[in-house]
């Protein structure tokens, strides 16, 4: 890997500055709860006092404070609660990258509390542009949706909620489709009607109605009932 390739992650601990080199996406999606592989995401077996001038950190100070001379354990902690020393354009990618995220999280679960439809994530970005929200690179999405949504409820109609749907499946594609039908939501009730029909009640965040009436066509060929019992 190339100096251009890796960037230093910086963690500082009781006013002592520790760091190591990182690939600087493979660092951030490690820090943002992805399975990547620690062996993947650091460049090299060191911990450093300053990377740039090479000065490496004794064990004597990593036990001290870390408890530890586990180079995995420290770079963990070092990626999880320090800081990726990004290039302007390295910085600008992953917040474009998580600013995608949080609008395809924010689309799941939001709806228009008038007409009680889901908002589409293309609505939900230009009432981002509008109210001027800033994403937080370092922050999770879940520590960010709550201002978010606050922000962009001043701009549009807009509410977080949970719908409960009803689906009944035919006979002949009950068995087959109960196992991915299930992994849609959260199972509330299911049953096996007299005639081999399979009602099932999922609850789910309300923006991916649509995403699951799809699926249960695409799985039983249109055939299946679907019905919203409530949107909470």
Avoid: C
Wanted: hydrophobic share 40%; no cysteine; proline share 5%.
């Amino acid at each position: 890997m190339s100096k251009k390739e890796y960037v230093v992650a910086r963690l500082v601990v009781k006013g002592k500055r520790f760091e190591i080199l990182v690939d600087p996406y493979k660092a951030y999606r490690f820090r943002e709860g992805e399975k990547v592989s620690l062996d993947e995401v650091v460049v090299g077996d060191y911990v450093y006092k300053d990377a740039k001038k090479g000065l490496k950190a004794s064990p004597s100070e990593l036990l001290e404070v870390f408890g530890t001379e586990d180079i995995h354990k420290i770079a963990t902690e070092i990626i999880k609660n320090g800081e990726l020393q990004l290039t302007t354009e390295q910085r600008r990618e992953l917040l474009e990258m998580k600013r995608r995220q949080i609008i395809y999280t924010i689309a799941k679960s939001a709806i228009d509390p008038k007409t009680k439809t889901p908002i589409p994530p293309a609505r939900i970005e230009k009432a981002m542009e509008e109210a001027r929200v800033s994403v937080d690179l370092y922050k999770s999405i879940e520590e960010q949706i709550p201002e978010i949504v606050k922000a962009i409820s001043k701009v549009i109609p807009i509410r977080i909620a949970k719908a409960l749907i009803e689906i009944i499946v035919p006979p002949e594609y009950a068995a087959k489709a109960s196992g991915q039908l299930m992994k849609l939501g959260e199972v509330k009730k299911s049953m096996w009607l007299a005639n081999g029909a399979l009602l099932l009640e999922l609850e789910l965040p309300a923006g991916m109605q649509s995403e699951l009436i799809n699926k249960v066509n695409e799985l039983t060929k249109g055939t299946a009932t679907v019905k919203v019992l409530s949107i909470v």
